[in-house]
């Protein structure tokens, strides 16, 4: 996972006896877990060498003993698990609901419509800009209560997923449309199943950058 929720009134409530070493050991740990989505090395040595705290091991092993179980794998954290089962159902849930999405689209372009003899132009004056929103700028009444477009957070993703492709240098107000229309549509799949927030989105476009990466179309890298 390259992202997930953090409650600060619940992190303090668990961790406000730790120093501020611990405390650190304790972040970078959630981190890695997080990041590999798997049990953390059993060596106490080598864990503390993976976070960058070599000179801190005895902080390293005191958090460790508190918020994880060493198993035969290796440390893990039941609550850490536990989101990552969600994630990944998340994904599921909106990998499966693009293709429905996607096979209704499908479905309705290759029908035929009739036209006869009772059919009128539609003009300008028959099209509801609530419906029609140029640009991305005015939004339908359904569409206002899903999570806002986070520009900056999709441009990280997409840098740190795909870091050979070509970075983004510019952004004007045409590729700021395109994406909130997209984040739309995405966001709009999404809260078919629950409600959403931010994070959901976002959960999304870290595994559509990380499909697009492993990709055997996908050029990965340069000569």
């Not at 992202?3 to 611990?22: A, C, P, R, V, W």
């Amino acid at each position: 996972m390259h992202y997930y929720q953090f409650n600060i009134g619940d992190y303090l409530s668990h961790t406000k006896h730790l120093d501020l070493m611990e405390d650190l050991a304790y972040r970078r740990l959630l981190d890695l877990y997080y990041l590999h989505e798997r049990p953390l090395n059993s060596g106490i040595a080598s864990v503390a060498r993976q976070i960058g705290m070599r000179d801190h091991e005895n902080e390293v092993k005191s958090v460790l003993e508190e918020f994880f179980h060493l198993s035969d794998d290796g440390w893990i954290n039941h609550r850490a698990d536990k989101e990552i089962k969600h994630f990944h159902s998340k994904i599921d849930q909106a990998s499966r609901a693009g293709k429905a999405s996607a096979e209704r689209r499908m479905s309705g372009r290759s029908t035929d419509v009739q036209l006869t003899n009772n059919h009128k132009p539609i003009t300008n004056n028959q099209i509801k800009p609530s419906i029609c929103p140029p640009n991305g700028e005015l939004e339908p009444a359904s569409i206002k209560k899903l999570p806002e477009c986070n520009h900056k957070a999709v441009i990280e993703l997409y840098h740190e997923n795909l870091p050979t492709m070509r970075r983004v240098e510019v952004w004007n107000e045409t590729r700021a449309g395109y994406l909130r229309q997209r984040w739309r549509e995405v966001a709009a799949e999404l809260a078919q199943e629950k409600a959403i927030e931010v994070g959901d989105v976002l959960n999304w476009w870290a595994e559509f950058f990380q499909s697009v990466g492993k990709s055997r179309f996908f050029y990965r890298g340069f000569p």
